[in-house]
């Protein structure tokens, strides 16, 4: 069988390895110039700590071994489904019989006045990266528009090479979709006291300025932040663009089943441009599940993909913030644990006597036991004067 997959990010490379692993002849086809890399460690080639090579996660020679054909620098335009080929951006044609579409996302670019000028980057993929860290040489002001997880991981990286930056964020407090306001709050704190991060929120941004290049960053209420280098990292978009021009069932991602397949059985999806069950994912530990499961269902076996709630973790050394499941819902009841010297916080949600989402700062040894609690829905009923005090304090009789 020949499976020609489309997309060599983390969820495509290991879709391409199970199969490849499982006999069928592999084909994957990746936009981006360079050989398969961990995305999720750009920020250390940001901040100077790694060099390209480091993140290299299949080279040459182990592609070659696991038999698979990789097409670098090779960009799908089409898909004719009814000749079972694709064409790709150059014009050239590639036959398959089943194909995986791992496109994944991208980064969202606000249309704002200035966003195309010289000096306005996304923080995507490795090409992002080393433009922002040509920029970024020599100290340059940096503001950095969005606070959630992968703005704040942009900011800590550029401030480390050397940048003074800003983050405008615009709401209240840093990482509001994983953290409640008070673990924002010493978040922010301690990013501005260890990392020289300047916040800026809520803050709604108006425009870019400059003339020929980025000169300053102008906020609804008039301000202005003089900068010479702006990141955008204010949410993604999955990539859908190839499967909707094919024909495809399409929401905000491409739809699929259980097995991972789209409308037509032939073509499966997997990872960020997937939408499974209403929802389309954010992170790789999802990207890679799916696509364990379409590899099997490729194989014939039988696999039914269940997501686990999920679990996020800030990549910034020195600092311990972590959040699972839901936070803050509306109607679960609280319990909190804060240890202002100790620099810890933690704030659980229970609702019905199970835990449904925690947030934990400052000490995060116990985020396994409360994703556990949280995915395995066990009663907290027996130990719920405790729990707060993790694992240890929480199941000893
Ligand atoms: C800086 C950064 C840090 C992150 N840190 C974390 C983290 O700590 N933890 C975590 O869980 N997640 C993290 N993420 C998110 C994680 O990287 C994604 O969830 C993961 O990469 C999704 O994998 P994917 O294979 O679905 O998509 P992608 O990684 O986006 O890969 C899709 C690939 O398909 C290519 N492509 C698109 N269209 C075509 C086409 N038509 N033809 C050929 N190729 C195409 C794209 O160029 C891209 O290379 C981070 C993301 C970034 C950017």
Do not use: N
């Not at 940048?163 to 990013?191: F, I, K, N, S, Y």
């Amino acid at each position: 069988m020949r499976v020609l997959v489309i997309g060599a990010g983390p969820a495509g490379t290991r879709c391409a390895e199970r199969l490849a692993g499982r006999g069928a002849r592999v084909a994957l086809a990746g936009a981006e110039p360079a050989l398969p890399y961990d995305r999720i460690a750009l920020g250390r080639l940001l901040a100077g700590d790694a060099e390209v090579p480091a993140l290299i996660t299949h080279d040459a020679a182990r592609l070659r071994g696991l038999g698979i054909r990789y097409l670098p620098a090779t960009r799908v335009a089409a898909l004719d489904r009814a000749a079972g080929t694709a064409r790709t951006a150059r014009g050239e044609a590639l036959d398959w019989d089943r194909v995986v579409l791992a496109t994944g996302s991208d980064a969202v670019r606000l249309p704002l006045p200035g966003a195309a000028l010289p000096g306005v980057f996304l923080y995507r993929s490795m090409a992002d990266v080393q433009a922002i860290r040509r920029a970024a040489a020599g100290g340059a002001r940096a503001v950095v528009i969005g606070g959630g997880l992968l703005g704040l991981e942009a900011a800590a990286a550029l401030s480390v090479a050397g940048a003074r930056v800003t983050v405008v964020h615009a709401l209240g407090w840093p990482m509001e979709r994983q953290l409640d306001p008070a673990a924002g709050a010493l978040l922010a704190r301690q990013l501005g006291a260890t990392r020289r991060l300047r916040f800026v929120m809520p803050a709604v941004t108006e425009a870019i300025e400059g003339d020929g290049r980025v000169e300053a960053l102008r906020l609804a209420d008039g301000t202005r932040i003089a900068c010479s280098l702006v990141v955008m990292a204010v949410g993604i978009r999955p990539s859908v663009a190839l499967a909707r021009e094919s024909g495809l069932e399409v929401k905000r991602g491409i739809v699929v089943d259980d097995a991972m397949r789209s409308s037509d059985p032939r073509i499966l999806a997997i990872g960020e441009c997937a939408e499974h069950r209403g929802q389309v994912c954010g992170l790789v530990a999802p990207a890679l599940a799916m696509a364990e499961a379409a590899a099997m269902t490729l194989a014939g076996e039988s696999v039914a993909y269940a997501p686990r709630p999920d679990a996020a973790a800030l990549k910034v050394s020195g600092i311990a913030v972590w959040s699972a499941g839901e936070v803050a819902p509306a109607d679960a009841e609280a319990v909190t644990l804060s240890d202002e010297e100790a620099g810890v916080y933690r704030r659980l949600w229970l609702r019905g006597g199970r835990l449904v989402g925690a947030v934990l700062y400052g000490d995060t040894a116990d985020a396994g036991f409360y994703l556990d609690l949280i995915t395995g829905g066990r009663p907290v009923a027996p130990f719920r004067a405790r729990l707060a005090f993790g694992a240890a304090h929480a199941e000893a009789a």
